[in-house]
Nanobody, 119 residues
Framework: QVQLVESEGGLVQAGGSLRLSCAAS????????MGWFRQAPGKEREFVAS????????SYADSVKGRFTISRDNAKNTGYLQMNSLKPEDTAVYYC????????????WGRGTQVTVSS
């Protein structure tokens, strides 16, 4: 199993940047794909970005492409989401998640962290 803990989010002004981290327990972190999701008030949780086990392949939602960067450091058992050029519509609770590559769904989730972007 994997336990995931997101770093504290925060309040930033539009146009600003924020980096989230996701610390994973266990020595098998490198065998899990990682993803970031978010949920805004009154909306369903949506996919933000994902990264494969080695970090060599990434995928992004169209809404964040070119602004957000997902990465991972397997030696540190940590994943990251660098968010630049933030917009008020990026305001949401952000969750990191992990899955084994053989599965289509994410089985392990962090508790989430609030990111608020002011206009």
């Amino acid at each position: 199993q994997v336990q995931l803990v997101e770093s504290e989010g925060g309040l930033v002004q539009a146009g600003g940047s924020l980096r989230l981290s996701c610390a994973a327990s266990g020595r098998t972190f490198s065998t899990y794909e990682m993803g970031w999701f978010r949920q805004a008030p009154g909306k369903e949780r949506e996919f933000v970005a994902s990264i494969n086990t080695s970090g060599g392949s990434t995928s992004y939602a169209d809404s964040v492409k070119g602004r957000f960067t997902i990465s991972r450091d397997n030696a540190k058992n940590t994943g990251y989401l660098q968010m630049n050029s933030l917009k008020p519509e990026d305001t949401a609770v952000y969750y990191c998640a992990a899955r084994l590559p053989v599965f289509n769904t994410y089985h392990y989730w962090g508790r989430g962290t609030q990111v608020t972007v002011s206009s």
